[in-house]
Nanobody
């Protein structure tokens, strides 16, 4: 069982930056690929970024490439999402998730554990 707790959300103006953190419980963090997803009001949850267990491989939603960076520190059992050049369309609740699958992925149903989410609001 893995418990995930996100933090770092907030209100920021367009063009600003935020760094989200997700701290995991348990001793198996390094065995899990991790992902960030987001859900805006009235929309389905969508993939944002993922990182492999060792942190070597990453993947991003096209619209955040070059602006967002996912990273992890297995010693601190934490995964991060650095978000730069934020846009109003990035406004959503952001969730981190962990998968027991061998590889990271962009499909939400492949993730086994989820955090409670943190709100990110970008004003224009």
């Amino acid at each position: 069982q893995v418990q995930l707790v996100e933090s770092g959300g907030g209100l920021v103006q367009a063009g600003g930056s935020l760094r989200l953190s997700c701290v995991a419980s348990g001793r198996t963090f390094s065995r899990h690929a991790m992902g960030w997803f987001r859900q805006a009001p009235g929309k389905e949850r969508e993939f944002v970024a993922a990182i492999s267990r060792g942190g070597i491989m990453t993947d991003y939603k096209d619209s955040v490439k070059g602006r967002f960076t996912i990273s992890r520190d297995n010693a601190k059992i934490t995964v991060y999402l650095q978000m730069n050049s934020l846009k109003p369309e990035d406004t959503a609740v952001y969730y981190c998730a962990a998968t027991t699958a061998q590889a990271m992925g962009a499909i939400a149903s492949n993730y086994d554990y989820w955090g409670q989410g943190t709100q990110v609001t970008v004003s224009s």
